[in-house]
């Protein structure tokens, strides 16, 4: 194998190797950098939602404000006693124009201070509310699903005395009464309309994406608020808490985060997922996407350079062979000339330009080849002997002519 192969292949191979480790460095470096814009924008989006359903919230908090608000309610509630049929009557009256006002009320209770009931609205009962004794604003009762599955948010909130209405007679409130200008509680229960409006855009969650809106009913179980986007089932259905993820055990915990580590959805998909906790309402938000649509950018990415290498190592073979064979050609040239040099053509000089080794090597040949031809003069001319006057004669005639 001559030079000219030698340092052709070299060159290819130096070319190649330097693509291969540029491509995986590169890749190794895109792929880290797809990796953190997909938990920026998942722990964007997270956030985003938390804020859709802390609106969400805070509508329902207007409505039963709006609900709670009205004149007609606390005087009848003030001089009347809720267990009379004529004051529930009343009630109810003043229930069904107000709540008509606002939407997605499914159910309205109140309460007066001597236990007293009356109901508005569907007739499931979802069970004793978390009345707010300390706050005077709305609180959250809590989340229930009816006999067909679905599901119910409650809010409660004290029914208090306006200053311009007079305190409720003492036989119409019970023997320790809470405050005297609390006139009753109460109750109202809203459908999940806005709530699975919010969760349901999967805008940026891809093919795979979801958004999960979890809330602890006690301390064994949970509930899903909102219909899972990979099942067809319409009702949300309870769950033990022992059953789910430890990511959805540690938004209901109270903590919020991004977990890309080996986390597995009710799928048993590998996923990753940012999480909020809402300290509000107690509710835990998971946003999350699957780990192999995620991975396929990189995996396009990777299929993009290798197209790209192979182009290029085409370039690089075919460039570097032809660099190659010239960068060698002068020494080419010269392992050439030697050998001509060897088979009797003594006369033969290498040409050369510039002051690289390779000149100076040619020079050098040069050189050494004069000094070869003029060793091979003086030793003829010493086997030959010196010329006769009458050759010298012959050799001036013939110089001068």
């Known amino acids: 194998m001559d030079i000219r192969t030698k340092l052709a292949l070299t060159l290819v191979f130096v070319s190649l190797l330097s693509m291969l480790l540029l491509g995986a460095f590169a890749y190794q470096t895109s792929s880290e950098l797809l990796k953190e ?43 009347n006693d809720l ?15 107000t709540a008509g006002a606002v939407k997605n009320v499914a159910k309205v209770k109140i309460y007066d201070n001597r236990g007293n009931i009356m109901s508005w609205g569907e007739s499931y009962d979802y069970g004793k509310p978390g009345m707010p004794i300390v706050s005077d604003d709305v609180g959250y009762g809590g989340a229930f699903h009816d006999d067909d599955g679905h599901i119910r948010i409650v809010m409660t909130t004290k029914i208090t005395r306006d200053r311009h209405i007079p ?51 006690d301390q064994e179980s949970a ?79 990777l ?14 073979i075919i460039g570097g062979t032809l660099l190659g064979f010239y960068l060698a050609r002068p020494i080419h040239e010269l392992a050439v000339l030697v050998e001509r040099v060897r088979k009797g053509e003594t006369d033969l000089r290498a040409e050369f330009e510039g002051d690289d080794e390779i000149a100076y090597l ?22 030959t002997g010196p010329k006769s006057s009458d050759e010298l004669d012959t050799t001036t005639k013939n110089t001068n002519v």
Not at 52 to 68: A, N, P
Not at 85 to 96: C, F, G, L, S, W
């Open 37 to 79: 814009i997909s938990i920026r924008q998942l722990d964007s989006l997270a956030e985003s939602k938390a804020q859709d359903l802390s609106k969400v919230q805070e509508g329902w908090k207007d409505q039963v404000r709006l609900i709670r608000s009205s004149t007609d309610l606390k005087e009848t509630l003030s001089v």
């Open 83 to 97: 267990a009379e049929p004529a004051t529930q009557e009343a009630v109810r009256h003043i229930i069904e124009h």
């Open 167 to 217: 305190a409720k007679p003492s036989g119409l409130v019970s023997d320790n009464p809470v405050d005297e200008n609390v006139l009753g509680f109460m109750e109202v229960a809203f459908n999940t309309s806005d709530l699975q409006t919010a969760t349901s855009d999967h805008t940026g969650l891809g093919e795979t994406g979801e958004i999960m809106v979890i809330s602890r009913q």
């Open 223 to 301: 509930i899903l608020l909102n219909p899972r986007r990979h099942h067809l089932e319409i009702m949300p259905r309870v769950v033990p808490i022992s059953s789910t993820s430890a990511v959805v055990q540690r938004v209901l915990d109270g903590e919020s985060g991004i977990h890309i580590d080996s986390y597995e959805d009710y799928r048993g998909q590998q996923v990753w997922a940012a999480t909020r906790y809402l300290p509000d309402v107690e509710w835990g938000l998971v946003v999350k996407v699957d780990t192999t649509e995620e991975e396929l950018r990189a995996d396009t990415l």
């Open 303 to 316: 299929e993009a350079m290798f197209d790209i290498g192979i182009a290029l190592s085409a370039f690089a």
């Open 362 to 383: 040619a020079e050098s040949l040069n050189e050494l080849l004069d000094h070869v031809a003029y060793d091979e003069s003086d030793t003829q001319e010493a086997h």
